[in-house]
């Protein structure tokens, strides 16, 4: 058995990778597909990608090969946004954003005061984003500093690259989730020492959103991004009308919600705005202007009756807004990059705007990658590049099946199929750093030594 360590692995299948956006390259030359392709990962990154007849031999004797003749091989899925003390929460009924956080978020997040509980959560969490091909998300923890430290151990054991950080809340929440401008600051500071670039964990700067937070603690999440310049700051962003109006008259002085976040500082290239829905003319131009994420979030923003997002305005300017995708679970529905990129087609729709499945397959994998400026690590399927891999079966389903045989070989319509009708059962296989990390789907095929 060869060590584990430069043990080469290999995945064969059809291989799909993002060389640029769609919308911008042209649907043509934004992608690399190769019909029997092979991924070659070592140590924990893609070593080549290429035709699999002249690959295969290359390998070291010793080497694995997982087949996967009709599977999908594409970089692993990426989500911009979601909560892991919120699996509970998933499928609370009748309320919108408020009243769900005071009803339902407040008294569960309550409990990841046990970090026994906490641990037990991350567990199940990323047991559940791995099984539906999620290999990199960026999670907001609860005001528990534990909390955090239970998330990025349980990541740390499985290898898998997260952006995590403590939520920071000083009013308008349960006293047992409240901490202080100071405390919040020196909490996230040591943790941020403790994880941000330890491994594959970084660290997320994480006031909740303006709302639960004093002028004194924005401002002192302000200065922790300015003294660590490599974090993210991760927050919410007009994402409800009854939200707004009452931040709004928290911080009078404020032209706009966006405006906030703007005097403290927390805008910039790492910073990730959940929703950003009902935005002024002013705030989309602070936004660009600062190159400010906007993440959309259409399962939680149907699911909690928020409103409708806007890709058109945000994108078709001469200065673009940065755009990423996610599932905002638990206001978002489902941990599924296809679930929600099929609801973010539908949103879409009701806009009146197109959005190709190029486009989407592009938004879970390269385009999230380069929203959380690691374009150069993860998304995409290149030497060099972490191997973090999902294997997709457009056939998972008696309905996938079947409406896949009455299909060509057209990869965009093939594309499109899979993300309105399939989920996690269409995730055939999910790979951490080079590692199979979800148990084998019936696609797969260990040969112990490679096809010759
Ligand atoms: N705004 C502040 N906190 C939250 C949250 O947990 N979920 C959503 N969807 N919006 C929020
Ligand atoms: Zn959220």
Redesign the pocket.
Known sequence: MADEAVATTAVRGRVLTFTGDPALAGADRSYRYIPDGLVVMQGGLIRAVGDAAALLRTLPPGSTVDHHPAGLVMAGFIDTHI?YP?TR?IGSYGAQ?LE??QRY?FPEEERLHDPDRAAGTARFFLDELLRNGTTTAAV?CTVHPASVEAFFAESERRGTRMIAGKVLMDRNAPPDLLDTAAQGYHESEALLHRWHGRGRQLYAITP??A??STDAQLEAAGALARAHPTAYVQ??LS??HA?IAATKALFPWARSYTAVYERYGLLGPRSLF??CIHLDEDEVELLAGSGSVAVF?PT?NLF?G?GLFDLARLRGRAAPVRVALAT?V???TSYSMLRTAAEAYKVLQLRRQSWPALDAFYAITRGNAEALGLGNQIGSLEPGHEADLVVLDSRATPAMAHRRAGMGEDLSEELFALLTLGDDRAVAATYVGGRLATPAGAARVREAEPAR
Request: proline letters at 0%; aromatic letters at 14%; glycine letters at 14%.
């Open positions: 909560h919120q929460v954003l769900w956080l978020t907001y909740r959103f709302f639960t927050t919410h994402e409800n939200e959940g929703h979030c939680s909690l928020s905002d638990g206001g978002g």
